[in-house]
């Protein structure tokens, strides 16, 4: 069935590097959500992307969606510690299902 | 503005004894619901999804059902519970098919 990768698994990075988790569909998507879980927590909508080559900013995050409408990252900047979590990304396919990836576990070293 | 609440927020069970998690959501009316499963430090697992009181899909063939008695209740149980069913239970809600989810806390299941 389709599938949304995601890559890296995990990522340890000293505060204040930057950090970058990336999705890429097996198909075209109707657009691509992000959701953060920080430990012990659940899921928050962080951001939704629907148009080719959509670039969103939040603060020190920035969201992209490739042209092909196929992969999508996450890059944050600068990392705090209150980044740490774990970075989702969904995609909407063209039944309109919602497809997870398996999220990107990232870790700050102090 | 919308909420959603589950519980119990944490659970322990022994194997073959039944399960019932609930979940409710407030301040919308008719939307899709959502139980996921994740396990210790995985991803998302859907489970079921509804759309409407009475339907229910099941995603994943296993000994859980889940059960929509009222627009906003949701309910996941278990006749006999598995030591593989431990995992961190969430129930979502979107407006529609395909739209953004929104997530309750959740129910650590430990399964003894």
């Known amino acids: 069935g389709q599938q949304v990768m995601q890559i890296p698994q995990y990522q340890h990075v000293q505060e204040g590097e930057d950090f970058t988790t990336y999705c890429n569909s097996s198909?075209?998507?109707?657009?691509i959500q992000w959701y953060k879980q920080r430990p012990g927590g659940h899921p928050v909508f962080l951001i939704q992307?629907?148009?080719?080559?959509e670039v969103k900013k939040q603060k020190r995050l920035t969201f992209q969606f490739g042209e092909a409408k196929k992969n999508s990252s996450l890059h944050i900047t600068a990392t705090q510690t209150t980044d740490v979590g774990t970075y989702f990304c969904?995609?909407?396919?063209?039944?309109?299902?919602?497809?997870f990836g398996k999220g990107t576990r990232l870790h700050i070293l102090p | 503005s919308q909420t959603i609440h589950q519980w119990p927020a944490t659970l322990v069970q022994p194997v073959g004894s039944p399960l019932s998690l609930e979940c409710t959501v407030e301040?919308?009316?008719?939307?899709?619901l959502y139980w996921y499963r994740q396990a210790a430090g995985r991803g998302l697992q859907l489970l079921f999804y509804?759309?409407?009181?009475g339907q229910i899909s099941s995603e994943v063939p296993q000994n859980l059902s889940a059960s929509r008695p009222q627009d906003r209740q949701f309910i996941l149980s278990s006749k006999k519970l598995l030591l593989s069913d431990s995992g961190f239970y969430l129930c979502?809600?979107?407006w529609g098919v395909g739209d953004t989810q929104y997530f309750g806390p959740g129910t650590r299941l430990t399964v003894l």
């Open positions: 979502a809600w979107s």
């Open positions: 198909t075209t998507l109707s657009n």
């Open positions: 992307l629907v148009k080719s080559g």
């Open positions: 969904a995609g909407r396919n063209r039944d309109d299902k919602i497809i």
């Open positions: 301040g919308t009316s008719n939307p899709n």
């Open positions: 509804s759309v409407g009181i």
